[in-house]
């Protein structure tokens, strides 16, 4: 079973945060697979990674990411419980943390959170920022909007892309139908036997704990998932199974 960072290492560390991606490449060493992380463009269309569409649950603002400039994002401050607070990363600063491991076999799974805004040019800008770090063949792209992995193939053929919905069934026959090259379904949403989707890398995601809450110390069966056909696992504790 590969193991991924979820949004970095993001239960005992704020999601998609410098820090959380830092913990996450202390695992490379220890065989992490690599890290699930999700953009959105602001409203003078930089790439910025964040989770939700509004920065009211991660910071101490409020309102739409879209609805921000770049510097106007960047004066908010990320609940991290300490004094010294975090601020929202930019795809590049990203870039600029992982890049050389990257190179060296580390993988990043870039989310386009773009299924409720559909951020046109979003596509452009991220697969023109990988070619100008050199990173294409370590980047697989994933989207619950299928037309936004159809731009990523038109725009670069062989980019690796998974499609993500919440079951594997639909995983499929969406994949199939746009070419994409993985499954990303939720990792309850196995509703075909393995032989259905053989081929396929399959990544599943989870609905973990998140920072600020407090780690559970439970621990998934991966075996289990394993004979169900998951191939890779976005874990928000990856460190307790490296
Ligand atoms: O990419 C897998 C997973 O991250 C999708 O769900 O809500 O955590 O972005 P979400
Ligand atoms: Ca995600």
Redesign the pocket.
């Known amino acids: 079973m590969k193991i991924w960072a979820?949004?970095g290492c993001s239960q005992r560390y704020p999601e998609n945060t410098i820090t959380s991606f830092s913990k996450a490449l202390e695992l490379f060493g220890r065989g992490l697979t690599g890290i699930?992380l999700?953009i959105q463009l602001t409203k003078d269309k930089e790439l910025v990674v964040i989770?939700d569409e509004k920065i009211d649950r991660t910071t101490d603002g409020y309102g739409f990411v879209r609805d921000y400039t770049l510097e106007e994002l960047k004066s908010f401050h990320i609940h991290t419980g300490k004094r010294e607070a975090e601020r929202i990363p930019t795809m590049k600063e990203v870039l600029d943390l992982l890049a050389d491991a990257m190179k060296k076999g580390f993988l990043l799974?870039i989310?386009l959170?773009n299924s409720i805004f559909p951020y046109p040019g979003m596509e452009e800008k991220i697969v023109k920022l990988i070619s100008e770090y050199g990173l294409e063949k370590s980047v697989v792209y994933?989207s619950?909007y299928a037309a936004s992995i159809v731009r990523i193939k038109e725009l670069v053929p062989d980019a690796g892309t998974?499609m993500?919905d919440k079951k594997v069934s639909d995983c499929l026959y969406k994949a199939k139908s746009i070419g994409a090259d993985a499954l990303?379904p939720f990792w309850q949403g196995m509703d075909f036997e393995p032989d259905k989707f053989k081929g396929y890398p399959v990544?599943a995601?989870l609905?973990g704990h998140l920072y600020p809450e407090k780690p559970t110390g439970g621990k998934l069966d991966l075996a289990a998932l394993e004979e169900k056909g998951i191939t890779d696992v976005?874990l928000n504790e990856p460190e307790m199974y490296l």
Do not use: C, Q
Request: net charge neutral; hydrophobic share 25%.
């Open positions: 979820h949004r699930e999700d989770h799974n989310e959170k994933s619950f998974g993500l990303h990544r995601w609905t976005f």
